[in-house]
């Protein structure tokens, strides 16, 4: 009996340190995630500490032009010991003091897919030199995206009377760029390739007969071009001050290994002005333009109005423009709600002129997920005269 008791409780001791030990891990594992400065739940620590530490993204699609859906990328940090230990002393000592430095490199890799059998996997990386002196960003993706497309016949149909067929585009496509600062200044030099290999059908007979004529069974698009960025913003990932601009100006050609040839310019701006301690107002403006003397690009090409609450290429034209506001309130160091507005405006060169204007409202909130490096993720609900959407968002969503 007498070693049985002792059986019995040596399994009790032995039960107990296992549930100790399990708590104390847990407890140490719960503690990586607590800041220590303000007791939050945070992934800064995890994310530079941790050798496989990554931000995992929720991706929550409701893009009208694609249905619901959803996904997850992962977000790799890479910095040196040095600049971690750097980041985070500062980050010790203020409470935005790790996010003012110079961004990490960064690895994006993930993957999404929505309803309408739409689809996408993607890797991305950006990585700086020298101070950041010299800048490399590149990605590669592959996927099916079925969207409507919208035609006015040129003009001769109102464009809410536009005639929509769907079309679903299949491919590859890369993109890289590397960028030069100019002496120490904010200005950044550059040089950006594009390159892309697509399929695009209809369901509709006739559409993708006129498809497969005018395109052929299989598209390529490569392009060149020129690069010039002025950016004074205090964060990468969410910045609260400052301003950037930029220019982008692409010629795609035969000679460069595509089947078209045609020209693109992108101006596109942002500014951030603290009005108050808690305060924060945010402007984005964007103007894109295509240029071509051929009438048989894809109908994917053409530049369309991106903002939130209106769906992925259903307003399209030879130039297109919008116009962004953001206020911003800051209820803690770590919950930021916001309200947003934006209008855009397209113009069709074609049989006859046109022109369509479109505006989108909204309100939304974000979480600052890891302190050390200035991340916030959020959601954001969008209306406009035809469209609700939900937007699942890490920055502010400019």
Request: glycine letters at 12%; hydrophobic letters at 35%.
């Amino acid at each position: 009996m007498i070693r049985v008791a002792r059986a019995d409780m040596s399994k009790h001791y032995f039960r107990q340190l296992l549930f100790t030990t399990f708590c104390t891990f847990s407890a140490q594992a719960f503690a990586s995630f607590i800041d220590p400065i303000d007791g939050q739940f945070d992934l800064g620590h995890h994310l530079a500490e941790n050798a496989y530490g990554f931000l995992p993204v929720p991706i929550l699609i409701t893009e009208p032009a694609l249905g619901y859906g959803g996904g997850v990328a992962g977000v790799f940090l890479h910095e040196s010991e040095k600049e971690k230990n750097y980041r985070k002393q500062q980050a010790l000592t203020s409470l935005n003091g790790g996010a003012q430095l110079v961004p990490p490199a960064v690895t994006v890799v993930g993957a999404a897919g929505t309803e309408n059998g739409s689809w996408l996997a993607f890797a991305g990386h950006r990585h700086s030199w020298l101070n950041d002196s010299i800048r490399y960003t590149g990605g590669i993706g592959v996927g099916q995206f079925k969207v409507d497309i919208y035609n006015d016949l040129g003009g001769l149909l109102p464009s809410d009377k536009a005639i929509r067929f769907n079309t679903n585009t299949k491919g590859v496509a890369g993109i890289q760029q590397l960028q030069f600062r100019v002496a120490k200044t904010p200005l950044m030099l550059g040089l950006k390739q594009t390159w892309s290999s697509t399929q695009i059908s209809s369901d509709n007979q006739i559409i993708d007969a006129i498809l497969n004529y005018t395109m052929g069974n299989k598209t390529n698009n490569s392009g060149l071009g020129l690069l010039a960025e002025y950016d004074t913003r205090n964060n990468l990932f969410y910045p609260t001050k400052g301003y950037s601009v930029a220019a982008e100006y692409m010629v795609y050609r035969e000679s460069l290994g595509g089947d078209h040839n045609y020209d693109t310019l992108e101006l596109d701006g942002e500014s951030y002005f603290p009005l108050a301690k808690k305060w924060t107002l945010g402007l984005a403006g964007n103007y894109q333009s295509l240029n071509s003397d051929q009438n048989n690009l894809s109908p994917t090409s053409k530049p369309y109005i991106g903002l939130r609450g209106i769906a992925a290429y259903r307003y399209q034209g030879d130039q297109v423009a919008t116009l962004q506001t953001q206020l911003s309130y800051n209820i803690t160091n770590r919950w930021i709600v916001s309200g947003f507005y934006g209008i855009g405006k397209t113009k069709e060169e074609s049989i006859k002129s046109t022109s369509e204007t479109l505006d989108a409202f909204g309100a939304g909130f974000r979480y600052q997920i890891a302190r050390r490096y200035g991340i916030h993720l959020g959601m954001d609900l969008a209306f406009s005269r035809q469209d609700t959407a939900v937007y699942f968002s890490m920055g502010t969503g400019f």
